[in-house]
Nanobody, 126 residues
Framework: VQLVESGGGLVQAGGSLRLSCAASGRTSSSAPVGWFRQAPGKEREFVAALDKWTSGTVYADSVKGRFTISRDKAKNTVYLEMNSLKPEDTAVYYC????????????????????WGQGTLVTVSS
């Protein structure tokens, strides 16, 4: 499984960006895809996840109402639409996936995802 993120960049506070996570290889049609981020000097943290089996979504409290995760089945791509961006959203954003299904309560755990992309940098200026 290969994951490639794109769409990062520099944006002013209050602006928007859409990140893409394109998957290739032997991807699962039922496994979740998660977005995580890591700011300089901080641990990697969960942002959002989408369950490809149920189409259910999970969000971190810090992004709820501002970020939206979605997918394009035909393109095997998952998106993260980010609105009302804040300087504290500055981080490298990673997408991740796995081979099988995962209970909703575990979708925010980075350790449950063995496949990761290389990350894309999002910088929000104040």
């Amino acid at each position: 499984v290969q994951l490639v993120e794109s769409g990062g960049g520099l944006v002013q506070a209050g602006g928007s960006l859409r990140l893409s996570c394109a998957a290739s290889g032997r991807t699962s049609s039922s496994a979740p895809v998660g977005w995580f981020r890591q700011a300089p000097g901080k641990e990697r943290e969960f942002v959002a996840a989408l369950d490809k089996w149920t189409s259910g979504t999970v969000y971190a409290d810090s992004v709820k109402g501002r970020f939206t995760i979605s997918r394009d089945k035909a393109k095997n791509t998952v998106y993260l639409e980010m609105n009302s961006l804040k300087p504290e959203d500055t981080a490298v954003y990673y997408c991740a996936t796995r081979d099988g299904r995962l209970v909703t309560s575990a979708m925010n755990r980075a350790g449950q995802y063995p496949y990761w992309g290389q990350g894309t940098l999002v910088t929000v200026s104040s």
